[in-house]
């Protein structure tokens, strides 16, 4: 089965200094990765995905992620905080090309 | 262009009413999922259409849950005699229903928060 876990539930930062949000996968093959960011009562947003045409995924806003197979990770990465990015972001997996299964969040707190 | 709408946006119910949740999915979108977030969680997938066709239900906590697409488009939730732990948010999405399913982008609704009192 698949699963994703992200390892921070609470990520705090200042604005103007790099952000990582940490995500490890477990999957029998080659997975879909994903990751979604959810602001406060608006709907789930695609950032990024992966679908192994490249380990380095740029996505929207900035931010991007890599794919390590060795390490299990899909971490996702910005050079520098904005004060709009602070929302909960969600490590994703497609199972089997239909349901998406969902990591537990990891809240981002900008701060000034 | 027009996203994935769902209705209500909120919803409060007694404990043992029926419930009916609505989703609007974009113009086109072969595929359609339901999922239910309860606080503080990442969404859970509940089920899943492709175009009329109900080819998963297998996350549908219980037999009270029923889900329906009957014309290939619009979709309903529906929960008959509510529990309290029914209480969380029903997000719905939608997507192309591309051939390599894995690559298929899900586009998310803003989703019906369900509180049952």
């Known amino acids: 089965a698949q699963s994703v876990t992200q390892l921070d539930s609470h990520v705090s930062v200042s604005e103007g200094t790099p952000v990582l949000l940490r995500c490890n996968y477990s999957?029998?093959?080659?997975?879909?990765l994903f990751w979604y960011v959810q602001h406060p009562n608006k709907g789930l947003q695609l950032l990024l995905k992966y679908t192994s045409a490249a380990t380095l995924v740029k996505g929207i806003n900035g931010f991007e992620a890599e794919f390590k197979k060795s390490e299990t990770s899909f971490h996702l990465t910005k050079p520098s905080a904005h004060m709009s990015d602070a929302a909960e972001y969600f490590c994703v997996v497609n199972q089997a090309g239909t349901a998406l299964i969902f990591g537990k969040g990891t809240t981002l707190s900008v701060s000034s | 262009g027009a996203g994935v709408s769902q209705s209500p946006r909120y919803k409060v119910a007694k404990r043992g009413q029926d419930v009916a949740l609505r989703c609007d999915p974009i113009s086109g979108h072969v595929s359609l999922f339901w999922y239910q977030q309860a606080l503080g969680q990442g969404p859970e997938f509940l089920t899943y259409?492709?175009?009329?066709?109900?080819?998963?239900k297998s996350g549908l906590p219980s037999d009270r849950f029923f889900a329906e697409r009957p014309e290939g488009s619009v979709s309903t939730l529906k929960i008959q005699r509510t529990q309290q732990e029914d209480s969380a948010v029903y997000l719905c999405a939608s997507s192309l229903g591309s051939r390599d399913s894995a690559l298929d982008t899900q586009y998310f609704g803003p989703g019906t928060r369900l509180t049952v009192l």
């Open positions: 259409f492709q175009n009329e066709a109900q080819l998963d």
């Open positions: 999957s029998s093959y080659s997975p879909s």
